[in-house]
Protein backbone atom coordinates (compact mmCIF):
# COMPACT_ATOMS: atom_id res chain seq x y z
CA UNK A 1 0.00 0.00 0.00
CA UNK A 2 2.94 2.33 0.43
CA UNK A 3 4.67 1.97 -2.34
CA UNK A 4 1.11 2.62 -3.98
CA UNK A 5 1.35 6.38 -2.40
CA UNK A 6 4.65 6.71 -3.48
CA UNK A 7 4.45 6.06 -7.00
CA UNK A 8 5.76 9.23 -9.00
CA UNK A 9 4.26 10.12 -12.10
CA UNK A 10 4.97 13.38 -14.05
CA UNK A 11 1.87 13.27 -15.83
CA UNK A 12 -0.03 13.41 -12.72
CA UNK A 13 2.44 16.30 -11.01
CA UNK A 14 2.26 18.31 -13.86
CA UNK A 15 -1.91 17.97 -13.27
CA UNK A 16 -1.83 18.76 -10.12
CA UNK A 17 0.72 22.18 -10.87
CA UNK A 18 -2.09 23.17 -13.20
CA UNK A 19 -4.26 22.57 -10.76
CA UNK A 20 -2.73 25.23 -8.27
CA UNK A 21 -2.31 27.46 -11.12
CA UNK A 22 -6.13 27.22 -11.51
CA UNK A 23 -6.78 27.55 -7.81
CA UNK A 24 -4.40 30.30 -7.89
CA UNK A 25 -6.39 32.50 -11.02
CA UNK A 26 -9.84 32.08 -8.91
CA UNK A 27 -8.05 33.37 -5.60
CA UNK A 28 -6.77 36.48 -7.67
CA UNK A 29 -9.57 36.70 -9.96
CA UNK A 30 -11.54 38.21 -6.52
CA UNK A 31 -8.98 40.35 -5.51
CA UNK A 32 -9.42 44.13 -6.10
CA UNK A 33 -7.72 46.03 -8.38
CA UNK A 34 -8.34 44.08 -11.43
CA UNK A 35 -6.11 44.48 -14.70
CA UNK A 36 -9.61 45.68 -17.24
CA UNK A 37 -7.88 47.39 -19.93
CA UNK A 38 -5.10 44.57 -20.06
CA UNK A 39 -8.77 42.04 -20.32
CA UNK A 40 -10.39 43.84 -22.85
CA UNK A 41 -6.98 44.48 -24.88
CA UNK A 42 -6.68 40.57 -24.81
CA UNK A 43 -10.36 40.13 -25.85
CA UNK A 44 -9.44 42.40 -28.54
CA UNK A 45 -6.68 39.65 -29.88
CA UNK A 46 -8.22 36.48 -28.84
CA UNK A 47 -11.74 37.26 -30.09
CA UNK A 48 -11.38 39.70 -32.87
CA UNK A 49 -8.14 38.69 -34.08
CA UNK A 50 -9.21 34.58 -34.61
CA UNK A 51 -12.71 36.07 -36.58
CA UNK A 52 -11.50 35.53 -39.89
CA UNK A 53 -9.69 32.64 -39.08
CA UNK A 54 -12.90 31.07 -37.27
CA UNK A 55 -14.95 32.05 -40.27
CA UNK A 56 -13.53 30.55 -42.98
CA UNK A 57 -12.96 27.29 -40.90
CA UNK A 58 -16.64 27.35 -40.14
CA UNK A 59 -17.82 28.23 -43.75
CA UNK A 60 -16.02 25.22 -45.07
CA UNK A 61 -16.81 23.12 -42.51
CA UNK A 62 -20.13 23.72 -43.18
CA UNK A 63 -19.97 23.44 -47.17
CA UNK A 64 -17.95 20.27 -46.76
CA UNK A 65 -20.56 18.19 -44.19
CA UNK A 66 -23.45 19.07 -46.15
CA UNK A 67 -22.08 18.18 -49.38
CA UNK A 68 -20.31 14.68 -48.22
CA UNK A 69 -23.67 14.00 -46.44
CA UNK A 70 -25.75 14.49 -49.41
CA UNK A 71 -25.40 11.18 -51.04
CA UNK A 72 -25.82 9.13 -48.32
CA UNK A 73 -29.18 10.72 -46.91
CA UNK A 74 -30.23 10.91 -51.38
CA UNK A 75 -29.40 6.53 -51.41
CA UNK A 76 -32.55 6.68 -48.30
CA UNK A 77 -35.06 9.23 -50.06
CA UNK A 78 -34.44 11.45 -47.31
CA UNK A 79 -32.31 14.35 -48.69
CA UNK A 80 -34.94 16.87 -47.32
CA UNK A 81 -33.75 15.98 -43.85
CA UNK A 82 -29.96 17.82 -44.97
CA UNK A 83 -30.85 21.06 -43.95
CA UNK A 84 -32.10 19.21 -40.21
CA UNK A 85 -29.16 17.17 -40.00
CA UNK A 86 -26.78 19.64 -41.01
CA UNK A 87 -27.85 21.98 -38.46
CA UNK A 88 -27.97 19.31 -35.31
CA UNK A 89 -24.45 18.23 -35.92
CA UNK A 90 -22.95 21.19 -36.72
CA UNK A 91 -24.56 23.15 -33.84
CA UNK A 92 -24.25 20.21 -31.34
CA UNK A 93 -20.85 19.10 -31.73
CA UNK A 94 -18.96 19.91 -34.67
CA UNK A 95 -18.84 23.77 -34.94
CA UNK A 96 -18.08 24.26 -31.24
CA UNK A 97 -15.16 21.36 -30.94
CA UNK A 98 -13.61 22.63 -34.17
CA UNK A 99 -13.91 26.28 -32.84
CA UNK A 100 -12.17 25.19 -29.39
CA UNK A 101 -9.47 23.02 -31.42
CA UNK A 102 -8.16 26.16 -33.99
CA UNK A 103 -8.39 28.44 -30.53
CA UNK A 104 -5.89 25.56 -28.44
CA UNK A 105 -3.91 26.21 -31.75
CA UNK A 106 -3.76 29.71 -31.99
CA UNK A 107 -4.81 31.36 -28.76
CA UNK A 108 -2.82 28.03 -26.59
CA UNK A 109 0.61 28.75 -28.78
CA UNK A 110 0.64 31.95 -28.59
CA UNK A 111 0.29 32.14 -25.03
CA UNK A 112 2.78 29.82 -24.61
CA UNK A 113 5.18 31.66 -26.60
CA UNK A 114 4.80 35.05 -25.35
CA UNK A 115 4.38 34.33 -22.01
CA UNK A 116 7.71 32.07 -22.48
CA UNK A 117 9.72 34.14 -24.27
CA UNK A 118 8.19 36.89 -21.25
CA UNK A 119 9.55 34.56 -19.12
CA UNK A 120 13.35 33.27 -19.70
CA UNK A 121 13.83 37.45 -21.01
CA UNK A 122 13.37 38.22 -17.14
CA UNK A 123 10.09 40.50 -18.20
CA UNK A 124 8.23 38.29 -15.42
CA UNK A 125 10.35 38.61 -13.27
CA UNK A 126 11.06 42.33 -13.80
CA UNK A 127 6.97 42.48 -13.04
CA UNK A 128 7.78 41.17 -10.10
CA UNK A 129 10.10 43.05 -8.41
CA UNK A 130 8.24 45.94 -9.20
CA UNK A 131 5.38 44.80 -6.96
CA UNK A 132 2.90 44.59 -10.08
CA UNK A 133 1.66 41.22 -9.71
CA UNK A 134 1.93 39.91 -12.92
CA UNK A 135 -0.03 36.94 -12.32
CA UNK A 136 -3.15 39.63 -12.21
CA UNK A 137 -1.61 41.42 -15.07
CA UNK A 138 -0.83 38.45 -17.75
CA UNK A 139 -2.72 35.74 -16.32
CA UNK A 140 -6.24 36.78 -15.12
CA UNK A 141 -6.57 38.64 -17.57
CA UNK A 142 -5.78 35.97 -20.65
CA UNK A 143 -7.63 33.07 -19.26
CA UNK A 144 -10.61 35.22 -18.32
CA UNK A 145 -10.46 36.66 -22.26
CA UNK A 146 -10.55 33.17 -23.48
CA UNK A 147 -12.90 32.18 -21.39
CA UNK A 148 -15.64 34.65 -22.62
CA UNK A 149 -14.56 34.83 -26.10
CA UNK A 150 -14.57 31.04 -26.94
CA UNK A 151 -18.46 30.87 -26.62
CA UNK A 152 -18.47 34.34 -28.74
CA UNK A 153 -16.65 32.36 -31.86
CA UNK A 154 -18.50 29.21 -31.40
CA UNK A 155 -21.84 31.35 -31.87
CA UNK A 156 -20.30 32.81 -35.14
CA UNK A 157 -19.08 29.82 -36.17
CA UNK A 158 -22.41 28.04 -35.83
CA UNK A 159 -24.14 31.08 -37.92
CA UNK A 160 -21.20 30.94 -40.30
CA UNK A 161 -21.10 26.86 -40.99
CA UNK A 162 -24.86 27.02 -40.94
CA UNK A 163 -24.48 29.41 -44.17
CA UNK A 164 -22.29 27.26 -45.71
CA UNK A 165 -24.45 24.45 -45.33
CA UNK A 166 -27.45 26.74 -46.93
CA UNK A 167 -24.90 27.06 -50.38
CA UNK A 168 -23.70 23.27 -50.08
CA UNK A 169 -27.83 22.32 -50.05
CA UNK A 170 -28.06 24.20 -53.19
CA UNK A 171 -25.08 23.11 -55.11
CA UNK A 172 -26.59 20.36 -56.18
CA UNK A 173 -30.38 20.64 -55.16
CA UNK A 174 -32.92 24.01 -54.72
CA UNK A 175 -33.76 24.80 -51.87
CA UNK A 176 -35.23 28.41 -50.89
CA UNK A 177 -33.45 30.83 -47.92
CA UNK A 178 -36.24 30.83 -46.24
CA UNK A 179 -37.07 27.01 -45.87
CA UNK A 180 -33.32 26.44 -45.17
CA UNK A 181 -33.39 28.43 -41.80
CA UNK A 182 -36.80 27.05 -41.25
CA UNK A 183 -35.85 23.62 -41.33
CA UNK A 184 -32.64 24.47 -39.29
CA UNK A 185 -34.33 26.43 -36.44
CA UNK A 186 -37.08 23.44 -36.60
CA UNK A 187 -34.42 21.17 -35.73
CA UNK A 188 -32.51 23.30 -33.14
CA UNK A 189 -33.71 23.36 -29.44
CA UNK A 190 -32.58 24.99 -26.35
CA UNK A 191 -31.48 21.68 -25.36
CA UNK A 192 -28.97 21.47 -28.32
CA UNK A 193 -27.63 25.32 -28.17
CA UNK A 194 -27.55 26.03 -24.29
CA UNK A 195 -25.41 22.75 -23.47
CA UNK A 196 -23.35 23.38 -26.96
CA UNK A 197 -22.70 26.67 -25.49
CA UNK A 198 -21.73 25.70 -22.32
CA UNK A 199 -19.31 23.95 -22.56
CA UNK A 200 -17.53 26.58 -25.40
CA UNK A 201 -17.13 28.51 -21.39
CA UNK A 202 -14.84 25.56 -20.40
CA UNK A 203 -13.23 25.24 -23.54
CA UNK A 204 -11.92 28.67 -23.30
CA UNK A 205 -11.21 28.34 -19.61
CA UNK A 206 -9.33 25.18 -20.27
CA UNK A 207 -7.16 26.95 -23.31
CA UNK A 208 -6.47 29.97 -21.58
CA UNK A 209 -5.23 28.09 -18.17
CA UNK A 210 -2.60 25.19 -20.50
CA UNK A 211 -1.78 28.16 -22.46
CA UNK A 212 -0.84 30.35 -19.84
CA UNK A 213 0.88 27.58 -17.14
CA UNK A 214 3.09 26.66 -19.81
CA UNK A 215 4.09 29.79 -20.94
CA UNK A 216 4.40 31.09 -17.12
CA UNK A 217 6.47 28.33 -15.84
CA UNK A 218 8.58 28.52 -19.30
CA UNK A 219 12.42 27.39 -18.81
CA UNK A 220 15.18 26.37 -20.50
CA UNK A 221 15.84 29.52 -22.84
CA UNK A 222 14.46 29.44 -26.32
CA UNK A 223 14.17 25.82 -26.54
CA UNK A 224 12.16 26.18 -23.59
CA UNK A 225 9.55 28.62 -24.78
CA UNK A 226 9.45 26.46 -28.30
CA UNK A 227 8.65 23.21 -25.81
CA UNK A 228 5.80 25.57 -24.23
CA UNK A 229 3.97 26.46 -26.89
CA UNK A 230 4.08 23.18 -28.41
CA UNK A 231 2.92 21.52 -25.19
CA UNK A 232 0.32 23.80 -24.57
CA UNK A 233 -1.61 23.08 -28.01
CA UNK A 234 -1.30 19.02 -27.27
CA UNK A 235 -2.44 19.38 -23.44
CA UNK A 236 -5.13 21.85 -24.35
CA UNK A 237 -6.67 20.04 -27.71
CA UNK A 238 -6.26 16.58 -25.28
CA UNK A 239 -8.33 18.58 -22.72
CA UNK A 240 -10.75 19.67 -25.13
CA UNK A 241 -11.81 16.07 -26.19
CA UNK A 242 -11.71 15.03 -22.27
CA UNK A 243 -14.31 17.84 -21.96
CA UNK A 244 -16.39 17.17 -24.34
CA UNK A 245 -17.21 13.69 -23.61
CA UNK A 246 -17.89 15.09 -20.29
CA UNK A 247 -20.29 17.47 -21.42
CA UNK A 248 -22.03 14.77 -23.74
CA UNK A 249 -22.23 12.14 -20.66
CA UNK A 250 -23.95 15.37 -18.83
CA UNK A 251 -26.19 16.40 -21.08
CA UNK A 252 -27.52 12.67 -21.55
CA UNK A 253 -27.87 12.07 -18.19
CA UNK A 254 -29.70 15.83 -17.58
CA UNK A 255 -31.95 14.33 -20.17
CA UNK A 256 -31.07 17.42 -22.93
CA UNK A 257 -29.99 15.35 -25.69
CA UNK B 1 26.40 55.27 13.83
CA UNK B 2 25.45 53.81 10.22
CA UNK B 3 22.14 52.22 9.40
CA UNK B 4 21.79 49.00 7.67
CA UNK B 5 19.19 48.88 4.48
CA UNK B 6 19.91 45.46 4.23
CA UNK B 7 20.96 42.27 6.49
CA UNK B 8 21.60 39.40 5.41
CA UNK B 9 22.78 36.39 7.68
CA UNK B 10 24.06 33.20 7.05
CA UNK B 11 22.04 32.49 4.21
CA UNK B 12 22.70 29.28 2.33
CA UNK B 13 21.21 28.12 -1.10
CA UNK B 14 21.76 25.08 -3.50
CA UNK B 15 20.40 23.74 -6.15
CA UNK B 16 20.98 20.12 -6.50
CA UNK B 17 24.15 19.36 -5.79
CA UNK B 18 25.41 22.29 -6.44
CA UNK B 19 25.67 24.81 -3.54
CA UNK B 20 25.82 28.33 -4.74
CA UNK B 21 25.82 30.82 -1.04
CA UNK B 22 27.05 28.89 1.98
CA UNK B 23 26.18 30.84 5.46
CA UNK B 24 27.11 33.98 3.49
CA UNK B 25 26.66 37.14 5.43
CA UNK B 26 26.79 40.78 4.77
CA UNK B 27 24.85 44.14 5.43
CA UNK B 28 24.55 47.80 3.22
CA UNK B 29 24.85 50.41 4.99
CA UNK B 30 22.37 53.63 3.91
CA UNK B 31 23.31 55.85 1.46
CA UNK B 32 26.42 53.15 0.64
CA UNK B 33 27.42 51.77 -2.86
CA UNK B 34 28.24 48.38 -2.20
CA UNK B 35 29.68 46.13 -5.12
CA UNK B 36 29.86 42.27 -4.49
CA UNK B 37 32.44 41.00 -7.20
CA UNK B 38 32.93 37.07 -7.78
CA UNK B 39 33.90 35.05 -10.40
CA UNK B 40 30.81 34.13 -13.01
CA UNK B 41 28.74 31.23 -11.60
CA UNK B 42 29.67 32.35 -8.21
CA UNK B 43 26.23 32.94 -6.97
CA UNK B 44 26.27 36.93 -6.91
CA UNK B 45 22.94 36.88 -9.35
CA UNK B 46 21.26 34.30 -6.78
CA UNK B 47 22.59 36.57 -3.80
CA UNK B 48 20.32 39.53 -4.87
CA UNK B 49 17.31 37.62 -5.97
CA UNK B 50 17.34 36.26 -2.77
CA UNK B 51 17.25 39.54 -1.40
CA UNK B 52 14.14 40.62 -2.95
CA UNK B 53 12.88 37.27 -2.62
CA UNK B 54 12.46 36.11 -6.62
CA UNK B 55 14.62 33.21 -5.24
CA UNK B 56 13.86 32.06 -1.93
CA UNK B 57 17.31 30.69 -0.01
CA UNK B 58 17.08 27.33 2.19
CA UNK B 59 18.46 28.72 5.14
CA UNK B 60 19.28 32.18 7.05
CA UNK B 61 17.42 35.43 7.26
CA UNK B 62 17.21 38.23 5.06
CA UNK B 63 15.86 41.59 6.40
CA UNK B 64 15.47 44.59 3.78
CA UNK B 65 14.17 48.10 5.12
CA UNK B 66 14.09 46.33 8.59
CA UNK B 67 11.25 43.69 7.13
CA UNK B 68 12.54 39.98 6.75
CA UNK B 69 11.12 39.08 3.62
CA UNK B 70 10.52 35.64 3.87
CA UNK B 71 7.88 36.50 6.07
CA UNK B 72 5.92 39.12 4.22
CA UNK B 73 2.47 38.24 2.45
CA UNK B 74 2.38 39.04 -1.26
CA UNK B 75 1.20 42.06 -0.72
CA UNK B 76 3.50 43.29 1.70
CA UNK B 77 6.08 41.86 -0.06
CA UNK B 78 4.78 44.23 -3.35
CA UNK B 79 5.16 46.93 -0.95
CA UNK B 80 8.63 46.58 -0.19
CA UNK B 81 9.32 45.19 -4.03
CA UNK B 82 8.49 48.77 -4.65
CA UNK B 83 11.02 50.23 -2.57
CA UNK B 84 13.67 48.12 -3.89
CA UNK B 85 14.61 48.97 -7.78
CA UNK B 86 16.52 46.12 -9.78
CA UNK B 87 18.46 46.56 -12.64
CA UNK B 88 18.39 43.29 -14.53
CA UNK B 89 21.30 42.36 -16.40
CA UNK B 90 19.41 41.36 -19.64
CA UNK B 91 18.01 44.50 -19.08
CA UNK B 92 14.50 43.18 -19.05
CA UNK B 93 12.33 45.97 -20.64
CA UNK B 94 9.14 44.62 -21.98
CA UNK B 95 9.73 44.39 -25.48
CA UNK B 96 5.54 44.77 -26.83
CA UNK B 97 5.67 48.23 -24.87
CA UNK B 98 7.24 51.52 -25.81
CA UNK B 99 9.84 53.42 -23.82
CA UNK B 100 6.72 55.35 -22.01
CA UNK B 101 4.57 52.44 -21.02
CA UNK B 102 7.55 50.35 -20.34
CA UNK B 103 8.22 53.55 -17.05
CA UNK B 104 4.64 54.23 -16.94
CA UNK B 105 4.00 50.40 -15.95
CA UNK B 106 5.09 50.51 -12.39
CA UNK B 107 3.48 53.60 -11.55
CA UNK B 108 0.17 51.21 -11.95
CA UNK B 109 0.14 49.79 -8.62
CA UNK B 110 2.34 52.16 -6.90
CA UNK B 111 1.55 56.14 -6.63
CA UNK B 112 3.13 57.88 -3.95
CA UNK B 113 1.80 61.18 -3.53
CA UNK B 114 4.47 62.30 -4.57
CA UNK B 115 4.09 61.01 -7.73
CA UNK B 116 0.11 61.70 -7.63
CA UNK B 117 0.92 65.37 -7.45
CA UNK B 118 3.05 65.31 -10.15
CA UNK B 119 1.54 63.21 -12.86
CA UNK B 120 2.37 59.93 -14.77
CA UNK B 121 4.06 62.37 -17.49
CA UNK B 122 6.22 64.60 -15.89
CA UNK B 123 7.54 61.34 -13.96
CA UNK B 124 8.40 59.50 -16.98
CA UNK B 125 9.74 62.93 -18.36
CA UNK B 126 12.19 63.42 -15.29
CA UNK B 127 13.43 59.93 -15.29
CA UNK B 128 14.40 59.84 -18.97
CA UNK B 129 16.18 63.03 -18.18
CA UNK B 130 17.55 61.31 -15.29
CA UNK B 131 19.15 58.83 -18.17
CA UNK B 132 19.92 61.90 -20.72
CA UNK B 133 17.05 59.65 -23.01
CA UNK B 134 14.19 62.13 -23.36
CA UNK B 135 14.13 62.30 -26.76
CA UNK B 136 13.21 57.79 -27.02
CA UNK B 137 10.09 58.73 -25.35
CA UNK B 138 8.02 56.77 -27.88
CA UNK B 139 10.62 54.35 -29.10
CA UNK B 140 10.51 51.04 -28.83
CA UNK B 141 13.24 48.54 -26.95
CA UNK B 142 14.44 46.55 -30.41
CA UNK B 143 15.21 50.68 -31.79
CA UNK B 144 17.35 51.20 -29.08
CA UNK B 145 20.98 50.18 -28.76
CA UNK B 146 22.39 48.53 -25.88
CA UNK B 147 23.58 51.15 -23.95
CA UNK B 148 19.88 52.90 -24.29
CA UNK B 149 18.45 49.90 -23.13
CA UNK B 150 19.97 49.67 -19.85
CA UNK B 151 19.62 53.82 -19.36
CA UNK B 152 16.14 52.91 -20.11
CA UNK B 153 16.11 50.00 -17.33
CA UNK B 154 17.20 51.86 -14.94
CA UNK B 155 14.80 54.77 -15.53
CA UNK B 156 12.24 52.47 -15.25
CA UNK B 157 13.74 51.41 -11.38
CA UNK B 158 14.13 55.10 -10.85
CA UNK B 159 10.44 56.30 -11.62
CA UNK B 160 9.46 54.69 -8.05
CA UNK B 161 12.06 56.37 -6.32
CA UNK B 162 13.30 53.57 -4.64
CA UNK B 163 15.58 53.59 -1.37
CA UNK B 164 17.62 50.65 -2.19
CA UNK B 165 19.03 49.78 -6.16
CA UNK B 166 20.54 46.44 -6.47
CA UNK B 167 22.50 46.62 -9.94
CA UNK B 168 22.84 42.76 -11.51
CA UNK B 169 25.99 43.60 -13.91
CA UNK B 170 25.05 46.70 -15.36
CA UNK B 171 27.93 47.08 -17.71
CA UNK B 172 28.16 43.22 -19.00
CA UNK B 173 28.11 43.47 -22.45
CA UNK B 174 28.90 46.90 -22.94
CA UNK B 175 32.01 48.61 -24.86
CA UNK B 176 34.19 50.61 -22.45
CA UNK B 177 33.28 53.92 -23.30
CA UNK B 178 29.51 53.31 -22.42
CA UNK B 179 30.15 50.95 -19.70
CA UNK B 180 32.04 54.04 -18.17
CA UNK B 181 29.47 56.49 -18.83
CA UNK B 182 26.77 53.37 -17.03
CA UNK B 183 29.26 53.80 -13.93
CA UNK B 184 29.30 56.86 -14.03
CA UNK B 185 25.61 57.32 -14.08
CA UNK B 186 25.01 54.55 -11.34
CA UNK B 187 27.01 57.24 -9.17
CA UNK B 188 25.14 60.32 -9.97
CA UNK B 189 21.73 58.24 -8.73
CA UNK B 190 23.55 57.95 -5.69
CA UNK B 191 24.22 61.41 -4.91
CA UNK B 192 21.09 62.75 -6.65
CA UNK B 193 18.34 60.34 -4.91
CA UNK B 194 20.19 59.04 -1.60
CA UNK B 195 20.04 55.58 -2.86
CA UNK B 196 21.48 52.40 -1.25
CA UNK B 197 22.96 50.14 -4.07
CA UNK B 198 24.15 46.94 -4.47
CA UNK B 199 25.97 46.33 -7.27
CA UNK B 200 26.99 42.70 -8.40
CA UNK B 201 30.07 43.29 -11.03
CA UNK B 202 33.20 41.55 -12.12
CA UNK B 203 33.99 44.62 -14.29
CA UNK B 204 36.83 46.28 -12.51
CA UNK B 205 36.49 49.68 -13.42
CA UNK B 206 32.89 49.60 -13.10
CA UNK B 207 33.30 48.87 -8.76
CA UNK B 208 36.58 51.06 -8.73
CA UNK B 209 33.92 54.02 -9.86
CA UNK B 210 30.64 53.15 -8.30
CA UNK B 211 32.06 51.38 -5.07
CA UNK B 212 32.42 52.80 -1.18
CA UNK B 213 32.94 49.28 -0.67
CA UNK B 214 33.77 45.65 -2.12
CA UNK B 215 33.04 42.19 -0.63
CA UNK B 216 34.53 39.25 -2.06
CA UNK B 217 32.30 36.68 -2.96
CA UNK B 218 34.36 33.37 -2.99
CA UNK B 219 33.34 29.74 -2.13
CA UNK B 220 29.79 30.63 -1.51
CA UNK B 221 31.00 32.81 1.28
CA UNK B 222 31.80 36.29 2.21
CA UNK B 223 35.32 36.07 1.68
CA UNK B 224 36.76 40.04 1.99
CA UNK B 225 35.10 43.25 2.79
CA UNK B 226 36.91 46.43 2.08
CA UNK B 227 37.09 49.32 0.11
CA UNK B 228 38.89 48.87 -3.52
CA UNK B 229 41.78 50.59 -3.14
CA UNK B 230 42.82 47.97 0.27
CA UNK B 231 41.48 45.24 -1.34
CA UNK B 232 43.82 46.03 -4.50
CA UNK B 233 47.04 46.40 -2.52
CA UNK B 234 46.06 43.07 -0.96
CA UNK B 235 48.46 39.85 -1.30
CA UNK B 236 46.00 37.12 -0.91
CA UNK B 237 46.47 35.49 -4.21
CA UNK B 238 42.90 34.50 -4.41
CA UNK B 239 41.94 38.39 -4.23
CA UNK B 240 44.99 39.24 -6.35
CA UNK B 241 43.99 37.45 -9.46
CA UNK B 242 40.57 39.79 -9.88
CA UNK B 243 43.11 42.52 -10.06
CA UNK B 244 45.64 41.50 -12.46
Known sequence: MESLFNIRSPFLEELGDIARFSGRFFKELFKPKQEYDEFLRQCYWIGYKSLSLVAITAFIMG???????????????????????VAVSLVREISPVITALICA??????????????????????????GTNPFRYLIVTRVMATTCMLPVLASLSNAVSLFGGYLGVNIRGQVSWHLYWTQVFDALSFGDVIPSLSKTFFFGFAIGVVGCYKGYNSRKGTEGVGRSANSAVVIASLLVFIIDLIAVQLSDLLGLT | ?????????????????????????????????????????SGKSVLIKCIINLIEPDHG??????????????????????????????????????????????????????????????????????????????MMPAELSGGMRKRIALARTLILRPAIILYDEPTTGLDPVTAREISNLIVKVQQKYNTSSIIISHDMNCINITSNRVIMLIDGKSYANNSFDNLRKSTDTRIKEFFE
Open chain 1, 105 to 130: GKIGSGMGAELGSMRVTEQIDAMDVS
Open chain 1, 63 to 85: LVLTIQSRPTLVEFGAQSLLPKM
Open chain 2, 1 to 41: MTTDVICVENVYKSFGDNHVLRDFSMNLHHGENLAILGKSG
Open chain 2, 61 to 138: TIQVLNALVNTLSPESLDELRAKVGFLFQSNALYDSMTVRENLEFPLRRHWSKELREKGAEAAVMEALDDVGLRHTVD
